[in-house]
């Protein structure tokens, strides 16, 4: 019989079968969820046994010493978190009930997840694709039932958009996949069939979406109660919502005016900075080489300082490949998405935005301002494809003593696996291009390109918690990102907007980063001169993507 984490997750996988293809388990490939009302009351009713089995073999604790010893009882304790945020997504009515992209996320995502990861044989993608398209009608023809909760005009724009662009990806370039996955003429008459059908699905829906009277007074905040257990139970974090945004808020002027000093330095003013490091790029040429380059320096940096054991998953960055270019743009179509923990491959790919000679060269010249060495350093190598999620990801897959650690950060549809694994996830991977900044590693613009970040996670997280306990509307969270931070007017929106539909998820990143720190200077302040960033850092990651604050006591209670 198996153990209650083991039903808990075997729970988990059945109820989200697209969680569990972009995990590694196989079972649920040809499955997309059902979503409706009835069958969420049942969850709930599993909720309750589950609960039931996890309280006999493992009462609830705070005794954090004994759950640092204990990884079953600290699995549970997480088990019963993670329901309780699944049970307040239920009832709050403000996810499944409210948000059309994400239906359209997940039955986009259930299919485009098979064609970036396909199981290990041809014939058994293109089974599980096809089978998945066909299943997209039935999804999405729930939709309309379960979507009563007034919608947001910004979050129905977003469904929209999602259902045309699949509409297309599915009708006119299932074949492009088709050819590079070598099918054979039977297979690849079900794939496209099922892709026409699953097309027609995505146009009726978008239709219908366009039809549903606009809102625009629709409520765009969870509420402040239900964000207090967001923050409680989600993050594992003992302050209350008001308490972390007035030290957000003080920690904003320093950040300000740490980012204003260091973009003098290496640009000559503030207004300079943004043209410097967009002159600042690789050629055509050099460019697919310049990530794997500085991924290589970032390793040797890593190793010089002893900052932690980096594993070896091969990485290699590609080009998006040609079937996905006209998508991805437009969809949460993620350069990383962190590797199957529970499926091994031998080499794991990085997309990036293609640039070749081929192109136009206004167009060429645009894509390498975008992607030049600030954000191939940074984003891309520091914080992504290696220091940060790449190695956190390899801790969290062979080291973790936690089971529910070690699936939960994964990228699924439109979010990860779990929400406890968010702060420790964002919070190392920005941790680590702090880390990137302090111990020497950045050019003097990498430097004020990362300060500005800083400022830029600080303002996501006065935005989440303001935003979503009524301290801001939807107009004044734009505002505020426009003017206090510069984004401008577009990406302040697209911002917010992103920020509504996922709240307690932007605070994360300040929340695990400033939790991280927090930690090290109480683990160096009682072990002095015998203090090691590898030993520290190999610590915290070896609890997995748990909550950087649980985590904290954890390695504090331990003797």
Same mark, same amino acid.
């Not at 309750?48 to 609960?51: D, G, H």
């Given at each position: ?8 997750l ?5 109820r989200?079968?697209v969680?569990?293809?972009?995990t ?15 069958v969420?009351?049942?969850?709930q009713?599993?909720f309750?046994?589950?609960?039931i089995?996890?309280?006999d073999a ?6 954090? =010493?004994e759950?640092?010893?204990?990884p079953? +009882?600290?699995?549970?304790e997480?088990?019963r978190a993670?329901m309780?945020i @699944?049970?307040?997504?239920?009832e ?32 058994e993608?293109f089974a599980s694709?096809?089978? #998945? ?6 999804f999405?023809?729930?939709m309309?039932?379960?979507l009563?909760?007034p919608?947001?005009?910004?979050? %129905?724009?977003?469904?929209?958009r999602?259902?045309?662009?699949? !509409?297309?990806?599915? @009708?006119?370039?299932?074949a492009?996949?088709?050819d590079?996955a ?11 069939e099922a892709?026409e059908? &699953? ?6 829906? $978008? ?12 409520s765009?905040s969870?509420g402040a109660?239900?964000y207090d257990?967001?923050l ?14 007035q ?9 300000r005016?740490?980012?204003?000093s ?9 207004? $300079?900075?943004a043209e !410097? ?6 050629s ?14 970032? #390793?040797?940096? =890593? ?5 932690v ?14 079937? $996905?270019?006209?998508?991805?743009p ?21 997309l990036?935005?293609p640039?070749d ?9 645009r894509?390498l301002?975008a ?7 940074l984003?891309? %190598?520091?914080? +992504?494809?290696a220091?940060?999620?790449h ?7 062979? #080291? ?15 979010r ?11 919070g ?9 900044d ?8 990498? #430097? ?6 800083r ?5 996501? =997280? ?8 009524g301290?801001m509307?939807?107009?004044? &969270? ?11 007017r ?5 911002e &917010? ?7 307690g998820t932007?605070?994360?990143?300040w ?14 302040s ?16 070896? @609890?997995?993507?748990?909550?950087v604050?649980l985590?904290a006591?954890?390695?504090? =209670?331990?003797?």
């Open positions: 019989m198996s153990s209650p984490i083991d039903q808990f075997e729970q988990y996988f059945f989200h079968p969680n569990a293809t972009f590694g388990v196989r079972l649920y490939d040809h499955e997309l969820p059902d979503w409706t009302r009835e969420r009351d049942d969850e009713d599993e309750e046994a589950l609960t089995a996890l309280d493992y009462p609830a604790s705070e005794d954090w =010493a759950l640092a010893r204990n079953a +009882h600290l699995d549970a997480l088990a993670s309780d @699944r049970q307040l997504e239920f709050s009515r403000f996810f499944h009930d409210k948000n059309p992209a994400l239906w359209t996320g997940e039955a986009l995502f259930g299919v485009i997840g098979l064609m970036l990861r396909p199981p290990a044989t041809v014939e993608a694709i096809a089978m #998945r398209l066909h299943d997209l009608p039935r999405l023809a729930d309309p039932a379960t009563t909760e919608m947001p005009p910004r979050w %129905v724009d977003r469904a929209v999602e259902c045309l662009v699949g !509409a297309d990806l599915f @009708r006119s370039k299932l492009m996949w088709l590079a070598g099918a054979d003429d039977a297979s690849r008459l079900w794939v496209l892709g059908v &699953a097309a027609t699905a995505l146009d009726d829906a $978008a239709k219908w979406l366009q039809d549903q009277p606009v809102l625009e007074d629709a765009m969870i109660e239900a257990v967001l409680k139970r989600g993050h594992f974090c003992d302050v209350d919502a008001a308490t972390l945004l030290r957000a808020q003080e920690a904003m002027p320093d950040a005016e740490r980012f204003e260091l973009a003098i330095e290496a640009a000559g003013s503030v207004e $300079a900075l !410097a490091i967009a002159e600042d790029h690789p055509v040429g050099s460019y697919l080489a310049a990530f794997a380059d500085r991924w290589e320096q970032c #390793r040797e940096f =890593a190793a010089d300082h002893d900052l054991e980096w594993g070896d998953w091969p990485l290699r960055y590609v080009p998006i490949p040609a079937w $996905a270019a006209e998508a991805a437009q969809l949460y179509f993620l350069f990383y998405r962190s590797p199957s923990p529970l499926e091994a491959r031998d080499e794991h790919l990085y990036v935005t640039i000679a081929s192109l136009p060269e206004v167009e060429r010249e894509r301002r992607w030049n060495h600030s954000v191939i350093t984003n891309h %190598v520091v914080h +992504h494809g220091l940060g999620h190695v956190q990801n390899w801790h969290a897959t062979t #080291r973790s003593t936690s089971k529910i650690g070690t699936v939960a950060a994964v990228d699924c549809a439109s990860i696996g779990l929400f406890q694994g968010g702060s420790m996830a964002e190392w991977a920005c941790y680590a291009t702090e880390l990137a302090e111990l020497g590693f950045l050019t003097p613009l990498e #430097r004020a390109s990362e300060q500005q970040s400022v830029r996670m600080l303002a996501r =997280a006065i935005v989440d918690i303001s935003l979503h306990t301290l509307t939807f107009d004044d &969270a734009v505002d505020y990102y426009e003017a206090e931070v510069g984004m401008p577009a990406a302040a929106t697209a &917010a907007t992103k920020n509504s539909m996922f709240p932007a605070v994360m990143y929340l695990g980063t400033q939790g991280i720190l927090d930690l090290r200077d109480a683990v160096q009682k072990e002095g001169g015998a203090f090691s960033y590898r030993t520290f850092h190999d610590a915290l990651l070896s @609890r997995g993507a748990i909550p604050l985590a006591k954890l390695l504090l =209670a331990e003797d």
